[in-house]
């Protein structure tokens, strides 16, 4: 009898898992369930060309859409799983169920909602979805003003985007400098001048207490009593991840589904995937969640073979990009405050790169323009072998070559 695997969500490590699974030889049952109706496809252009250009947006399918029909995938769109029996292996929809064999839970994440303590936040908008870009592509008109609640990478794409656009937008961050925890101080001033110099205005340190509207306009009341006043309203202020099903089903989840370096979670005949799962990171010492498309596209891929019995296994220098105007952003690792920084290039010239070491150790590079130097710059973080600071400094010695002495 043929085996049936179920995906739960409809999203990039579902479509990946899916591929993966049939282009490793299983010619089971296989369900793919998803609450959003569209086929799966990739987030990253929502905040970018969707908005600013004429999208195609079947060019963010993950796979072609003939790609289901031909390997027998059965797509279940707009269809939102309630309840998984771990143990009975069944699950639920509203009207239907579906027993199976292996399940991989790649449900990712939803947007961080503003607290209503604020008021009136009915109108403001939030970006995860195709639906929620179509909302704010609709919205942004040029000449309309935009408050952008939240200043890190959605929220700036977001801006950059509605800059594009010909919006006037100001930018409201709670912490001192921009992407503060996420990269070293001296590359959010690098980034905050970008903006600025796009003629966004950004403010740090400014938490909203307070939402209103006011004859179709909106404003928002600071804790220091700074009013800010926008036709439109987008916030930006993280994600959680959709792991409600998995903490009901009784899966170890501790802010996101518990998984081991196979995508495997606490219970027999489960994997999950992407956004929602917080694994081991061996650069880090501890588990992390990650919310980028490198790490949907490789765990899924490596879930997919572990629920065909191979040994996968998901352990490699985490990358993400973001693109604000023509900056193109690259970060390798885990950008830390203990590390000691060296910049390679010059932040004027709006190309270079900064690097972060510990022990003797390269433990993080942000490339700014300079994505060229992602390969050397992740085989040397990879290879974890002392490396002289001064090397990494010197615009003179290939990072190229540098890698390879290390390897070597
Ligand atoms: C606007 C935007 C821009 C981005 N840009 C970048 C970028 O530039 N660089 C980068 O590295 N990363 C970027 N990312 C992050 C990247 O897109 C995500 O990391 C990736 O989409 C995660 O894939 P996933 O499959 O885990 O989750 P998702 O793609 O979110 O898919 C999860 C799916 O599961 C569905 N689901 C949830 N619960 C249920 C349920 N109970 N039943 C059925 N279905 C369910 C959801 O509706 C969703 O369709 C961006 C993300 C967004 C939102």
């Known amino acids: 009898m043929d085996e049936t695997y179920a995906i739960i969500g409809g999203g990039q490590a579902a479509g990946v898992a899916a591929r993966t699974l049939r282009k490793e030889g299983f010619c089971g049952r296989l369900v793919l369930i998803g609450e959003e109706p569209e086929l799966p496809y990739e987030r990253p252009p929502l905040s970018k060309d969707f908005l600013t250009r004429d999208y195609d947006f079947a060019r963010a399918g993950i796979n072609p859409p003939a790609f289901y029909r031909d390997n027998a995938v059965e797509v279940m769109g707009g269809v939102r799983v309630e309840r998984v029996d771990a143990a009975g292996r069944r699950l639920e929809w509203r009207g239907g169920g579906l027993a199976f064999d292996k399940l991989l839970v790649a449900t990712g994440c939803r947007p961080r909602l503003l607290p209503p303590a604020l008021g009136d936040t009915a109108g403001v908008l939030y970006l995860r ?134 995508a495997r979670t606490s219970a027999p005949h489960i994997w999950a995937a992407g956004d929602v799962t917080r694994f081991p990171v061996a650069l880090q010492g501890r588990r992390v969640r ?47 405050a203990d590390c000691e920084t060296f910049t390679r290039g010059r932040l004027e010239e709006g190309a270079f790169v900064l690097m972060g070491c510990r022990d003797g150790f390269l433990r993080y590079a942000v490339m700014v323009n300079s994505g060229r130097e992602r390969r050397p710059l992740t085989s040397l973080i990879q290879a974890g072998l002392p490396i002289p600071a001064q090397s990494l400094a010197d615009p003179a010695v290939p990072l190229r070559e540098l890698a390879a002495r290390q390897v070597a």
């Open 129 to 262: 979805s195709v639906a929620d870009a179509r909302r704010i592509k609709a919205a942004l008109r040029p000449g309309c003003s935009v408050i952008l609640i939240g200043g890190g990478f959605i929220g700036l794409e977001l801006a950059a985007s509605a800059r594009a656009l010909g919006c006037e937008v100001t930018v409201l961050e709670a912490a001192t400098a921009l992407l503060s925890r996420a990269l070293p101080t001296g590359f959010g001033a690098f980034l905050q001048q970008v903006h600025a110099g796009h003629g966004v205005r950004i403010e740090t340190a400014v938490r909203p207490r307070a939402i209103g509207r006011e004859g179709g306009t909106s404003l928002v009341t600071c804790a220091d009593g700074r009013r800010f006043e926008a036709d439109l309203v987008i916030a930006g202020i993280g994600v959680l991840p959709n792991d409600d099903l998995a903490v009901a089903a009784g899966l170890g989840c501790d802010d996101g589904i518990m998984v081991d370096r196979r």
């Open 290 to 336: 990650m919310e980028t498309w490198d790490n949907a596209q490789k765990q899924a891929a490596v879930a997919a073979r572990n629920m065909l019995g191979r040994e996968s296994t998901h352990d490699e220098v985490p990358w993400m990009w973001t693109d604000q105007y023509d900056t193109n952003v690259q970060i390798l690792g885990f950008p830390s």
